[in-house]
């Protein structure tokens, strides 16, 4: 019997784990499933006979390392700076890992360590990270044996909320790690914009947004997301003059998020003002103004300030609502906000959409590819984040125990190489996460 180690129980493992207990019937798979929270796993786990359910302290060495030395392979929807953890007790028990975040400096630091052990610790395999790679680097490796050459590519991903859920004015609605919302962006971007690196820093991220058209979802808002620069050698475009790689929001929300930003609400350092109790008493000290509806208006870059005010209004940061206990910084009284305005309820249903905007040049004609993924989730637990973000380490792990792992080069990898892409892509096609494509002729 094999034994999987899957380290996280929250938002995004509902498929994963969904999909491993049912392969572990025909496979004589085990699934022990670790969290600090016993009755998210149970959840999951909905009493099949496969699954193990550990309610444990990751950050304990003594209850984490006898799961990793049982375990044949390790699955990590853990926060980022967890994985190195789980990955330091890989190295020392012989074992792969498959995490769905960021190769992180101090993931990146065990990577001669693990290759020299023969070990395949494969990051940023889920969908933003890891869907985009895998469908970059085909798309890039298709026009490149076709004696093409990509001379501009963007790609956009976005978790959003499906039409039918849609029902309040920011339409957005959490289907992932809400802190993340809070996070994103606050390092600016850089992206290459024919041949220039451009910088876009975080206060005026939002404030410039750009918009695409999506087939079935009209115009949705963009903006650059984190470093794009060292990802043209990544996705095998290194002749890409214009690469970008951005988050997908609702056009609305920008514009909203935008003037949050702007009164520091994200701020994980900014102190809330003394004697502050309530969000409007935070929001008066931060307008200077007793007539908050007037004086946010200087905060709002958008023309559309009747609308912004609104939302900022339906939001409650104009509220008499007592702040959260214990909160110390702007961030962590709006978070538990956020949380209770923007829930996903139980039939609610989210979306995710990535699209892919490629222009390569062959044999003197220049052409453009636009491949496009959408999917709307079921319901709050099977959403479509979920999917998307643990079906690839599912499948990739499915891959890892009946195949062997001497296919794949060792050390710490992301997945834009074809032996796991093309697999993957494939089987994810078979879920229903599939790309659609369009290409023309440019000139």
């Given at each position: 019997?094999?034994?999987?180690?899957?380290?996280?129980?929250?938002?995004?493992?509902?498929?994963?784990?969904?999909?491993?207990?049912?392969q572990?019937?025909a496979?004589?798979?085990?699934?022990t499933?670790?969290?600090?929270?016993?009755?998210?796993?149970?959840?999951?786990?909905?009493?099949?006979?496969?699954?193990?359910?550990k309610?444990?302290d990751?950050?304990?060495?003594?209850?984490?390392?006898?799961?990793?030395?049982?375990a044949?392979?390790?699955?990590s929807?853990?926060?980022?700076?967890?994985?190195?953890?789980?990955?330091?007790?890989?190295?020392l028990?012989?074992?792969?890992?498959?995490t769905?975040?960021?190769?992180?400096?101090?993931m990146l630091?065990l990577n001669?360590?693990?290759?020299?052990?023969?070990?395949?610790?494969?990051?940023?395999?889920?969908l933003?990270?890891?869907?985009d790679?895998?469908?970059?680097?085909q798309?890039a490796?298709?026009?490149?044996?076709?004696?093409?050459?990509?001379?501009?590519?963007?790609?956009?991903?976005?978790?959003l909320?499906?039409p039918?859920?849609?029902?309040?004015?920011w339409?957005?609605?959490?289907?992932?790690?809400?802190?993340?919302?809070?996070?994103?962006?606050?390092?600016?971007?850089?992206?290459?914009?024919?041949?220039?690196?451009?910088?876009?820093?975080?206060?005026?991220?939002y404030?410039?947004?750009?918009?695409?058209?999506?087939?079935?979802?009209?115009?949705?808002?963009?903006y650059p997301?984190?470093?794009?620069?060292?990802?043209p050698?990544?996705y095998?475009?290194?002749?890409?003059?214009?690469?970008?790689?951005?988050?997908l929001?609702h056009?609305d929300?920008?514009?909203?998020?935008?003037a949050?930003?702007?009164?520091?609400?994200?701020?994980?350092?900014k102190?809330?003002?003394?004697?502050a109790?309530?969000?409007?008493?935070?929001?008066r000290?931060?307008i200077?103004?007793?007539?908050?509806?007037?004086?946010i208006?200087?905060?709002?870059?958008?023309?559309?300030k009747?609308?912004?005010v609104?939302?900022?209004?339906w939001?409650?940061i104009?509220?008499?609502?007592?702040l959260?206990e214990?909160?110390?910084?702007?961030?962590e009284?709006l978070l538990?906000l956020?949380?209770e305005k923007?829930?996903?309820?139980?039939?609610?249903?989210?979306?995710?959409?990535?699209?892919h905007?490629?222009?390569?040049e062959?044999?003197?004609?220049?052409?453009r590819?636009?491949?496009?993924?959408?999917?709307?989730?079921k319901?709050?637990?099977?959403?479509?984040?979920?999917?998307?973000?643990?079906?690839?380490m599912?499948?990739?792990?499915?891959?890892?125990?009946?195949?062997?792992a001497?296919?794949?080069?060792?050390?710490?990898q992301?997945?834009?190489m074809?032996?796991i892409?093309?697999?993957?892509?494939?089987?994810?096609?078979?879920h229903g996460?599939r790309?659609?494509?369009?290409?023309?002729?440019?000139?």
């Amino acid at each position: 019997m094999k034994n999987i180690l899957v380290a996280g129980a929250g938002k995004s493992a509902t498929y994963l784990i969904n999909y491993l207990l049912v392969q572990a019937e025909a496979r004589n798979w085990h699934i022990t499933i670790i969290d600090g929270n016993l009755q998210a796993i149970e959840e999951k786990i909905a009493g099949r006979p496969r699954g193990t359910a550990k309610a444990i302290d990751i950050t304990d060495a003594a209850a984490r390392q006898p799961l990793v030395q049982q375990a044949d392979i390790v699955l990590s929807l853990m926060p980022a700076h967890l994985h190195t953890l789980l990955a330091q007790d890989c190295l020392l028990f012989n074992k792969n890992i498959i995490t769905s975040s960021y190769a992180s400096p101090e993931m990146l630091a065990l990577n001669d360590e693990a290759r020299a052990k023969g070990l395949l610790f494969l990051c940023e395999m889920g969908l933003d990270p890891g869907i985009d790679h895998m469908s970059a680097s085909q798309i890039a490796h298709r026009v490149a044996n076709a004696g093409g050459t990509v001379y501009s590519f963007k790609s956009y991903c976005g978790g959003l909320v499906a039409p039918e859920s849609d029902d309040n004015p920011w339409h957005y609605k959490i289907a992932w790690n809400p802190r993340n919302i809070l996070l994103a962006g606050t390092g600016g971007a850089r992206y290459e914009e024919e041949g220039k690196e451009v910088y876009v820093p975080y206060e005026k991220l939002y404030e410039n947004a750009g918009e695409i058209p999506v087939s079935g979802y009209g115009n949705l808002a963009f903006y650059p997301n984190r470093d794009s620069v060292r990802y043209p050698e990544l996705y095998h475009t290194p002749d890409a003059q214009t690469f970008m790689r951005a988050t997908l929001r609702h056009p609305d929300f920008c514009k909203g998020w935008d003037a949050i930003i702007g009164m520091g609400w994200t701020d994980e350092a900014k102190a809330l003002p003394e004697n502050a109790r309530t969000f409007a008493d935070v929001s008066r000290a931060v307008i200077g103004e007793a007539d908050l509806e007037t004086g946010i208006r200087k905060f709002i870059s958008s023309e559309d300030k009747d609308l912004v005010v609104s939302m900022l209004r339906w939001l409650g940061i104009f509220s008499e609502k007592p702040l959260p206990e214990g909160a110390r910084t702007m961030a962590e009284a709006l978070l538990p906000l956020l949380e209770e305005k923007w829930v996903l309820r139980d039939a609610d249903k989210d979306l995710v959409v990535m699209v892919h905007d490629a222009e390569y040049e062959k044999a003197g004609h220049k052409h453009r590819i636009i491949s496009t993924l959408t999917l709307e989730g079921k319901d709050k637990l099977f959403s479509a984040m979920a999917k998307t973000v643990g079906m690839p380490m599912a499948l990739f792990a499915e891959m890892l125990l009946e195949e062997g792992a001497a296919l794949y080069p060792k050390g710490v990898q992301i997945p834009n190489m074809p032996q796991i892409y093309e697999p993957v892509l494939a089987k994810l096609a078979e879920h229903g996460i599939r790309f659609h494509e369009a290409e023309t002729v440019l000139s």
